[in-house]
């Protein structure tokens, strides 16, 4: 591969204007030549560590520091492998024998992540506090281009080991060429980044903004703001185009937004889940076409989005909202059987015009050099565009019925009352039965089940209607379904463990409306009850917001019960005076 020209993008944003802020911070602000400075400073010291075929693993939780080593690793030529420090020891164990990096960049996070790891042999740490910044040049490096060598980003297998899914920056630059032009991103353009270093959006995040001359406004350093707080923030930073999960965009619903409410936003682009046309309603009941809400669409595999569709006022009363059409060079089929209807369901397949890397290992490809068959189920509409319907392996048996879940979750989406469902077959003893977690608040089970028998052929009406606050998904929008309560969840809490004083009652009461439970108990674990990242967010949104102190989120994490909890909230109230 010749050099990536994601690479040499960046350094004509660079060369344009140096002293243009690329990266915002809170209130610190990084410039073009800062930026580069310390990309130099990672190239040099790349360029001095192991082989270069040997991988980089970049563990920091500082975005400004995985962003200046990402640069760094592309002008070196090497591969680069970010992950968010804060994955669990076991998985980080399966990323390093997977990559075997010959080096690694590790802040104090990171470092502590990594403390009683095996490394690789030789493997040498590069520090960010004591890196040294270099005067960057594009004629430093000796000969005429570096390799691209690309990128490896983990994902969860089915085997349950972490399976690393190789990408090229030719690929990135396809992704962040097309949008550019088609958002009309440029020069002080401000771009949000709310995606985790451990997935590949946050290469879409980073680099279109730099590309173009623009600047990247990372997250806050205590985590993704939500609803209030995240309206503020967009609005304090003046965020002009939006790049998130259809989850976190809902939580804007709590916000008391006008018209008005952020004069500097453009548009805003969702993928990672299904966006729902209650979504469009809403957000085109507030601000008309003035402020585009756009669905995006690609697996990793195939690296960022490889379908949009710009949402229209004929989408908020669809029964879904489709994920529309290709980017150029990009094909989309839907692989059907022989004598299929032309709107038969079938297996998504993608065909882009770079090629594709596949897995690290010997995982298996499902696909060709340049094809991958997504696994999804889809059909095209009359008019070309595309619908998902759910994944091809999301079918189950209940009582000898063949039930794909994706069809269940997609009929009980189109009652009005429904914000977001989940269907799976759970087994208790020795019964299963078919279950559907719902978002639905104002809707009684028997008018869910009515509508559902409406549209689902017998036997694939769901049994059980288990109430959420919010489904719990993966930071990349996919449900996380180890985290779905169990089905015996209306219970009673025990007198000898129910909520003592009004802290413990209370806090006790918002935990219910997050999670959508009943009965919560002075010491149940609120992540063991299927509270994900995006839930703990929301409780201390609402604990900042009700008793206006500012509570660390490692205060919580020590204790993470509704004793613990309102313990914490008492004391840091106590102290504030409040």
Request: net charge negative.
């Amino acid at each position: 591969m010749t050099t990536p020209t994601v690479l040499g993008r960046w350094a004509d944003s660079l060369a344009r204007n140096g002293a243009r802020c690329a990266i915002k911070s809170g209130p610190r602000k990084v410039s073009y030549g800062e930026l580069a400075g310390r990309a130099a400073g990672y190239r040099a010291a790349f360029e001095g560590a192991g082989r270069p075929t040997d991988p980089v693993l970049i563990a920091t939780a500082d975005p400004v520091e995985v962003i200046a080593a990402v640069l760094g690793c592309a002008a070196a030529g090497r591969t680069f492998a970010p992950v968010d420090p804060r994955l669990p020891a076991a998985v980080l164990d399966g990323v390093l024998a997977a990559l075997r990096p010959g080096t690694v960049v590790a802040d104090a996070v990171g470092r502590e992540a990594l403390a009683g790891r095996r490394l690789p042999d030789g493997a040498g740490i590069v520090h960010p506090e004591t890196l040294e910044p270099r005067a960057w040049s594009a004629e430093d490096r000796p000969g005429a281009a570096p390799e691209d060598r690309g990128y490896v980003y983990f994902t969860s297998g089915t085997t349950g080991r972490p399976k690393g899914i190789r990408g090229s920056l030719e690929a990135v630059h396809h992704f962040v060429d097309w949008e550019i032009a088609e958002f009309g991103i440029g020069e002080g353009t401000t771009v949000s980044q709310l995606t985790s270093p451990g997935f590949d959006a946050f290469l879409r995040d980073a680099f279109a903004p730099l590309c173009a001359g623009g600047t990247v406004c990372v997250r806050p350093d205590d985590g993704t703001p939500v609803g209030e707080g995240l309206a503020r923030w967009l609005t304090e930073n003046e965020v002009e185009v939006l790049h998130c999960v259809p989850t976190l965009f809902r939580t804007l619903r709590s916000a008391a937004l006008t018209p008005d409410s952020f004069p500097a936003l453009r548009a805003v682009l969702l993928a990672g889940e299904q966006l729902h046309p209650s979504d469009v309603a809403w957000w085109r009941g507030l601000f008309g076409g003035d402020k585009e809400l756009v669905n995006l669409y690609g697996p990793s595999e195939t690296t960022m989005t490889k379908l949009f569709h710009r949402t229209t006022e004929e989408d908020a009363h669809a029964r879904l909202v489709p994920v529309g059409r290709p980017l150029p060079g990009v094909a989309a089929r839907v692989l059907t059987g022989p004598g299929d209807p032309q709107d038969a369901l079938g297996e998504v397949e993608l065909e882009v015009p770079f090629p594709l890397l596949g897995y690290l290992g010997e995982d298996e490809w499902r696909g060709t050099a340049t094809t991958y068959r997504t696994g999804d189920l889809g059909r095209f509409r009359p008019d070309g565009t595309l619908e998902l319907f759910g994944r091809r392996d999301q079918q189950v048996k209940v009582h000898g019925v063949r039930i794909d879940l994706g069809e269940v979750e997609n009929a009980l989406r189109g009652h009005p009352g429904v914000e977001d469902v989940c269907a799976a077959a759970v087994t208790e003893d020795v019964s299963t039965a078919l279950v559907a977690y719902v978002v639905a608040p104002d809707v009684p089970d028997a008018e869910l089940r009515a509508h559902a028998a409406q549209l689902l052929a017998p036997g694939l009406v769901p049994s059980v209607f288990v109430r959420m606050a919010a489904i719990p998904r993966t930071l990349n929008g996919k449900v996380e379904r180890r985290s779905l309560p169990r089905v015996r969840l209306q219970r009673a809490a025990d007198a000898t463990r129910a909520p003592q004083g009004p802290a413990e009652t209370r806090i006790a009461a918002i935990w219910s409306e997050i999670l959508g439970l009943a009965g919560i108990n002075r010491d149940d674990d609120f992540t063991l009850l299927g509270g994900d990242s995006l839930a703990i967010a929301r409780l201390m949104d609402r604990v900042r917001h009700e008793y206006r102190v500012d509570l660390p989120l490692r205060a919580f994490l020590q204790d993470p019960t509704v004793t613990g909890l309102a313990s914490a909230v008492t004391d840091r109230t106590a102290r504030s005076g409040s």
